[in-house]
């Protein structure tokens, strides 16, 4: 089994990405063959500073591998590094319906928010498409807002079967449900966009910062709060402690008698304490950026490898060869 996902270096990643798709990622490792890239090629619809967007892509590479991304398992590079992508990505755009695209939960959420609608916003599910397909890729793991982009990986590549002929791999995608959304700092989905996001990676302070800043109702420690389980601090905590631990704080919100500052003081504790491997993992990567940048090469030459099978395939299949 062939697995794939990619993160875009648009920002710092945060909480959401980290077990929204990170963790998924990581732990399916040990169930097949890890395919894994920096999506840079999907950050030219948003982000134009070219500076921002190598430090971007350096951040993620230093998260990922800080985070128990292993080169020895798994397939790392970066998108732009297998310009075989595109030629597939226009394959596909040559049977891809307008209204498909149009439906495309990301690009209206996107374009309603004021971004400017380019044609690489609008394609994008295309060239997600292609980066899936030119792997033979047999499964996805996703946060649930990115399920629509594995349907319509899907359509394309069943479409294309059916014009051509069985030429490409169809994939699954997997979701973890109990995490699969993260809500943020305001209670919304953690995202870049919203700015309430929590970082995996930062100063202790500004982050503590954030945690203790997250907006409780007004009623006072002593008042029970028969809706715990709805906190939002009890909601994050469920992700950084240990279950019997995020049980007793909920049960104790819900009794009464616990402030809310105490309660975030908890979970800030748990936060920075269960990145604390990773954190120092990635100090160590970051005083060696010629071994990151190794990994990314040899991850390149690899995916590479695979890509020009799928594509010659495809060429063939359509009668490009």
């Known amino acids: ?74 397939v790392f590079w970066r998108q732009s590094d297998i310009p075989e992508v595109c030629e597939l990505m226009w394959i596909l755009g040559t049977l891809t319906p307008m209204g498909l695209l149009e439906r495309a939960h990301s690009y209206k959420d996107k374009t309603a928010k004021g971004i400017s609608p380019n044609f690489g916003l609008f394609a994008y599910p295309v060239l997600m498409a292609a980066d899936i397909l030119l792997y033979d890729t047999n499964l ?47 209670g919304q989905k953690m995202s870049k966009s919203y700015g309430n ?26 008042e029970p709060k028969p809706d715990a389980d709805k906190n939002l601090a009890i909601q994050l905590l469920r992700l950084f402690a240990p279950a019997e631990a995020a049980l007793d704080f909920e049960n104790r919100l819900r009794a009464g008698g616990l402030g809310y500052g105490d309660l975030k003081k908890a979970l800030f504790e748990h936060y920075w304490n269960y990145f604390a491997t990773a954190r120092a993992r990635r100090s160590e ?11 990314l090469r040899d991850g390149a030459l690899r995916a590479r490898a695979a890509a020009a099978s799928v594509l010659t395939r495809t060429r063939k299949a359509c009668g490009l060869a």
Not at 213 to 222: E, N, Y
Not at 285 to 290: F, I, K, N, Q, R
Request: hydrophobic share 40%; aromatic share 8%.
């Open 197 to 222: 996001t929590i970082e995996i990676f930062g100063e202790e302070k500004t982050l503590r910062k954030k945690i203790m800043g997250l907006v409780m109702d007004s009623r006072t420690p002593a």
């Open 285 to 295: 990567l970051a005083a060696d950026p010629g071994y990151v940048e190794g990994v």
């Open 1 to 74: 089994m062939r697995i794939l996902t990619g993160i875009t270096p648009s920002g710092t990643l945060h909480i959401g990405n980290y077990f929204g798709a990170m963790r998924p990622a990581i732990e399916l490792q040990t169930r097949g063959e890890a395919f894994y890239f920096i999506a840079d090629y999907h950050s030219l619809t948003a982000l134009t500073d070219a500076e921002a967007r190598r430090r971007y892509t350096h951040g993620i590479a230093l998260d990922w591998l800080a985070c128990g991304l292993d080169p020895a398992r798994a």
């Open 140 to 186: 996805v793991p996703v946060g649930r807002d990115q399920k629509q982009h594995v349907e319509m990986t899907r359509d394309m590549a069943i479409k294309f079967n059916q014009t051509y002929g069985e030429t490409l791999v169809v994939p699954e995608h997997e979701i973890r449900e109990n995490v699969a959304l993260v809500p943020g700092l305001d």
